[in-house]
């Protein structure tokens, strides 16, 4: 089991390489990337391991709801007479079996929660890092415009080339930090500060990553996995919560005007409602079954949705901004209620596990709550890097309950 456990490793800590990771680069119909090989890798040695070897039947209860919802996606490329999608269905289905690989590592007592905790962190310190580095020799994505990615200028998109999928990812280590904090305990502030100065330090780089990254939906992950995290651990820190954004607002122009910018539809916020109005428009063409698992592209160009300038849509062409409604275009009502359960069966047992008093939870409820909020405005839950921290903190904390979401 230690092979996949490397693997494993190797692929959480890929996933920093974003774009640069991927071959060919910007390819906008299929690529592979080295997080694909490993991952892939990892889960046919533990397939391996658990079926010809140990002979390991038992699986997480929700390994069957999100089964179920890999079935409807194969199904909605039949019933769409257009299997063009069909690759990028096996890449899902590859980054969420990690709810599996995660499972299985961690009843294993190979990978605990701690030291998952810790590679999301060091995924983020990296991203942030390479994001500065980037703010000062590469502020401008305007030169790759032509090969379809948005022209974001003096924004922090680190290798993601995507400041609202980088400010998202980088929510989940930030997040994880100040849980970490706010549960620490110490003797005097001197014993606090030393012994918590990683995570100390690690907050402020990522909160200042996040802010830099100027992305709405990364601000509403940001302030509301906070809010959260505070109600349900510490309450008095929620009156310098609300008063934060305010004083951002106040002292550092560029983030008003972002903000305003959500209120006067900015041309970012045209964007956003014309790709609603996209997948909206597909969805009605077919409400049951949808147009077929990423078959946006060919869908949007037989109902001439493509925008004038750009045959097949550009790089973004395949997607939608809101999970949501990718969900309900690619695989209709069916599939929009099976994922639905799935997530909602999730967020209920980490609800159930903090009544009974397993402080962690608070976390697992604002980081999951936090990027499902977030997915309404982008589609963070289908991009593969959020994919992978999604389902193997899934998978950890099943494991962890040895399968019955109460750890």
């Not at 092979?3 to 592979?32: M, N, W």
């Amino acid at each position: 089991m230690y092979l996949p456990f490397f693997l494993f490793i190797g692929a959480i800590l890929s996933v920093t390489l974003g774009e640069f990771g991927q071959f060919p680069f910007a390819q906008t119909t299929f690529s592979v990337s080295i997080t694909d090989v490993l991952l892939l890798a990892g889960l046919v040695f533990t397939l391996i391991w658990n079926t010809a070897i140990k002979k390991e039947k038992k699986v997480p209860q929700n390994l069957y709801w999100l089964t179920g919802f890999w079935l409807m996606g194969f199904l909605s490329l039949l019933f769409s007479f257009n299997l063009s999608g069909i690759f990028y269905l096996l890449r899902f289905i590859i980054y969420s079996s990690v709810f599996y690989l995660v499972f299985y590592l961690t009843r294993a007592r190979i990978l605990g929660r701690s030291e998952l905790f810790s590679l999301v962190k060091i995924d983020c310190f990296i991203l942030a890092i390479a994001g500065f580095i980037q703010l000062l020799v590469f502020p401008d994505l305007d030169i790759y415009s032509i090969l379809g990615y948005d022209p974001h200028k003096f924004r922090l998109f680190s290798t993601f080339l995507d400041p609202n999928f980088a400010g998202t990812f980088l929510n989940f280590g930030f997040l994880i930090a100040v849980y970490e904090l706010l549960n620490a305990k110490a003797e005097s502030f001197k014993k606090y500060f030393s012994e918590n100065r990683y995570n100390i330090g690690l907050s402020l780089l990522l909160f200042v990553s996040i802010i830099l990254t100027f992305s709405r939906s990364a601000y509403l992950m940001l302030f509301g996995g906070l809010f959260i995290l505070l109600l349900l651990s510490k309450r008095l820190l929620l009156v310098p919560l609300f008063l934060l954004p305010l004083v951002l607002y106040l002292i550092y122009p560029p983030f008003a005007l972002r903000i305003e910018g959500g209120f006067d539809i900015d041309t970012s916020a045209a964007e956003r409602f014309y790709s609603w109005e996209k997948g909206l428009t597909l969805f009605q063409s077919s409400p049951i079954f949808g147009v077929g698992f990423n078959n946006i592209r060919d869908a949007s160009e037989n109902l001439n949705l493509n925008k004038t300038f750009s045959y097949d849509g550009g790089n973004s062409g395949s997607g939608i901004d809101s999970s949501l409604i990718f969900i309900m275009a690619t695989t209709g009502i069916v599939g929009t209620l099976i994922l639905g359960i799935f997530a909602a069966r999730i967020i209920y047992q980490f609800a159930k596990g903090f009544l009974k008093k397993k402080p962690v939870n608070a976390l697992y409820l604002a980081l999951f709550v936090g990027v499902w909020i977030n997915s309404f405005f982008i589609n963070s839950l289908f991009f593969p890097p959020i994919l992978i921290l999604v389902f193997a903190l899934a998978g950890n904390y099943y494991g962890l309950a040895d399968g019955e979401g109460e750890a």
